[in-house]
């Protein structure tokens, strides 16, 4: 391991950092900007490429969010969100779970880009993700679990 | 996160500062159609001032776009961030949209 | 739950936080100030008063460092120390983990604001750790463990 | 975090830059010593623009002004926030050291 320059603190590259975030928010679509801040910041913290911390992180995420508000918890403000990242000089994972029964990951993507569907107003969202993120699954774990994962573009 | 209005000659420029998502894509949606209806026919949004965009977001930008060329008007766009010019190109939306570099550029495109 | 005013996002008190780090550093001081600063960050993420994260945190967790790095690894730079923080609402907990054979916390501490000692260079980390924080507690666990308790202050 | 020294008339003005920790304080020491040798007498340290101090950081500081006072010289301080004040006011060295609210004041108690 390499000595840090003099007096600038040690960079990241000498360190070994793991940052987690939980979180649980109600169905409500104005606290997706908040959550997306704090795991962009944590991005951030751990030098990611600004384009990751910038474009997949954020878009992904609330996209992620938007979805189990929305689809899994149908916008019910009794129900939660919740919301766990974890994320270290690799990787960052993310796991958004709502309330709803699941839904079938391959069978609900379609191909916004596809001239029947170009000038759809919808139907962008899965696409996104998958493009954004290296893997996206989806499981049931004590509520629908949606797991992004993305690795540290070198 | 906001929305700034401004008229450029016979253009409706919208700023769109913060993120463009389905928190907010509908106050997006209801300004530029209340201009709509005033009669305004060119708009141009100016994404120098936006952090990130979702498909909420991307389908508000579709969905007016329709609208407005139902009027006989036309919605341009600039200033798409090598971040946000990658969401058009994934969604292949570069294809659907006048997208100028710069404020001048568009505005003069019309 | 309150409901958030529109279109800000929803603030801190509306939602569940939890903030984790953990970390591992070479045994050499000057990573000391970048580990507090990430801690310190979190503190802020989760609105603390500004007092206590820019006093309580800081000073009491680079002591905390300072005294693994100096005493537990005598400065041995093959030696890591390792901190782990876990932040929420309520209350920050840090362990700081040095590969020493521990000491006697009560034994170790002196009152450096006694007459005989206020013009001495040393002696007032301890101090100033059980000062600035609620809990200060040491006990053996894969390592010689400093756990810091902070409770927010309203 | 850096240190930046500078003579106010026959005052050596030293400024605190981010944090005065263990990590950092023997830089302090040596140019402040260093300035001692060369016969100034009169210091002022400044920590308006200071984070945090930890434990070693005061120890420098008391370090200091016995070194200082042993050769007829003064050392003072000014600017510390409340928090830094409360820093001195657990460990009783507000008692020790003359502190000033402002760089005017403490250049004119000289
Ligand atoms: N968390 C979820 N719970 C239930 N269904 C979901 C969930 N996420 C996505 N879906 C389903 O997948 C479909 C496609 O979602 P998406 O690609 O985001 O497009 P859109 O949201 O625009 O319909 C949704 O219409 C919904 O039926
Ligand atoms: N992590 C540690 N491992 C072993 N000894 C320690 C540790 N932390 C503190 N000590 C002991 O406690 C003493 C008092 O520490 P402290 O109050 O921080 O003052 P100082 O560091 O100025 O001596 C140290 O001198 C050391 O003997």
């Known amino acids: 391991m390499a000595a840090p320059a ?15 975030l939980e979180t649980s928010i109600p169905s409500d679509v104005r606290f997706i900007e908040r959550i997306v801040a704090l795991v962009q910041r944590q991005c951030r913290e751990l030098s990611y490429p600004n ?83 290296h893997r996206v699954e989806r499981f049931t774990r004590d509520g629908n679990v949606v797991r992004l994962t993305l690795r540290r573009d070198e | 996160m906001s929305f700034a209005l401004q008229k450029q000659g016979e253009i409706v420029v919208v700023d769109v500062e913060g993120q463009l998502i389905v928190g907010n894509r509908q106050e997006l949606k209801q300004k530029v159609l209340d201009e709509l209806e005033r009669g305004e026919r060119k708009f141009l949004i100016d994404f120098s001032q936006t952090g990130y965009i979702d498909s909420s977001g991307l389908g508000v930008l579709v969905s007016l776009s329709k609208k407005i060329r139902e009027q006989g008007g036309e919605l341009r766009l600039a200033n798409l961030n090598e971040d946000l010019k990658t969401l058009f190109e994934l969604t292949k939306l570069d294809t659907l949209f006048q997208i100028a570099d710069s404020r001048e550029r568009a505005l003069e495109s019309f």
Do not use: W
């Not at chain 1, 003099?6 to 987690?20: F, K, P, Q, V």
């Not at chain 1, 690799?90 to 029964?101: A, F, H, M």
């Open chain 1, 51 to 133: 384009r990751q911390c910038a474009l997949n992180i954020p878009v992904a995420l609330a996209e992620a969010i938007a979805n189990a508000i929305l689809y899994g918890n149908l916008a019910d403000p009794g129900k939660a969100v919740r919301v766990h990242a974890d994320a270290n000089a690799e990787r960052v994972v993310i796991e958004v779970v709502d309330e709803g029964s699941g839904f079938d990951l391959e069978r609900s993507v379609i191909d916004p880009t596809a001239p029947e569907n170009i000038r759809r107003e919808d139907g962008r969202g899965l696409y996104l993700m998958l493009k954004l993120m």
């Open chain 1, 6 to 20: 003099s007096g600038n603190g040690g960079s990241i590259a000498d360190i070994h950092l793991r940052l987690t």
